[in-house]
């Protein structure tokens, strides 16, 4: 697999935009070294408001004194300066996360009302929209289509909405999706365009094979083949109706060899060849 992770950070100098909500960096990492640590006291980049989701391995997080485990579909919401520290365990192996960086004052806001009403260490669900778009910031920024502080300044604006709402419907999201599942779902929805299979997530649940398969199911209602297509062809229906990009490139974009297999995929799940999902607008 290609390299995905990286590190993409923002300086615009429009103020007044700034001051309302705005993206600092953007990042996907992986950490393998008891060396990588924060301190909330010591960071310099200060005035700032972080989410942190782990993808797989875990990671460990201090505030006020209390130590939290953060796994695989857990984030950690913390701002700088307050009284935090997050590290790579001794008994941790890896530790894959994707973060946002934020900072303005309905950032500050927002961070506000998760510390007074609710804990700073929270479970994402893997399908829930300030994870499908924190992933996508990512993208976008890697390819460069940020590019001023107006569209920053949405984005940032567009987080904290989603994050608002999530919270206030935390129960109805909160499926009850175990660690390997959560694990497996994560592998797929970050490397679908890749040439992975249902033996590759299951690697990644950590779970044996027949287990996986057998858990997978029971909980999302999808075998691990029908999950991972679903991710495919939303990705394929997007770029179909949303770019100028040829339904072959298209097609290895989102994890199939040509556009002959993509087709194949849409008529039989979708009914409606590529062209066709093009054209519907």
């Not at 990671?59 to 796994?71: L, N, Q, R």
């Not at 991972?228 to 179909?240: G, P, V």
């Amino acid at each position: 697999m290609e390299q995905k992770t990286g590190a993409i950070v923002f300086r615009f100098t429009d103020d007044a935009i700034n001051e309302i909500a705005q993206i600092w960096s953007v990042g996907w990492d992986e950490q393998h070294s008891t060396i990588y640590n924060w301190s909330g006291t010591e960071r310099k980049d200060q005035g700032k408001y972080i989410f942190q989701y782990t993808l797989s391995g875990h990671g460990e997080i201090s505030i006020d004194g209390h130590v939290h485990k953060v796994g695989a579909g857990q984030a950690f919401i913390v701002s700088s300066p307050s009284n935090y520290h997050y590290y790579l365990p001794k008994d941790a192996e890896k530790w894959e996360f994707l973060y946002l960086t934020l900072y303005g004052h309905e950032v500050k806001r927002c961070w506000d009302y998760v510390k007074e009403t609710t804990n700073q260490v929270l479970h994402f669900h893997p399908e829930s929209t300030p994870i499908k778009l924190i992933k996508e910031i990512y993208d976008d920024a890697k390819e460069r289509k940020i590019t001023n502080a107006y569209k920053g300044s949405k984005i940032a604006y567009h987080f904290i909405m989603e994050l608002y709402e999530y919270l206030s419907n935390l129960d109805k999201y909160m499926e009850d999706w175990s660690e390997g599942v959560i694990r497996a779902a994560l592998f797929a929805r970050n490397n679908y365009q890749d040439d992975i299979s249902s033996d590759e997530m299951a690697a990644a649940s950590q779970l044996s094979r027949y287990h996986f398969t057998r858990i997978f199911k029971k909980e999302t209602g999808l075998t691990p083949v029908q999950y991972l297509t679903s991710i495919r062809l939303q990705k394929a229906t997007e770029l179909l109706q949303q770019t100028k990009y040829t339904v072959d490139e298209i097609a290895q974009l989102v994890g199939y060899k040509n556009a002959n297999y993509l087709n194949k995929v849409t008529r039989k799940q979708l009914g409606k060849s590529p062209g066709q999902i093009r054209q519907g607008g």
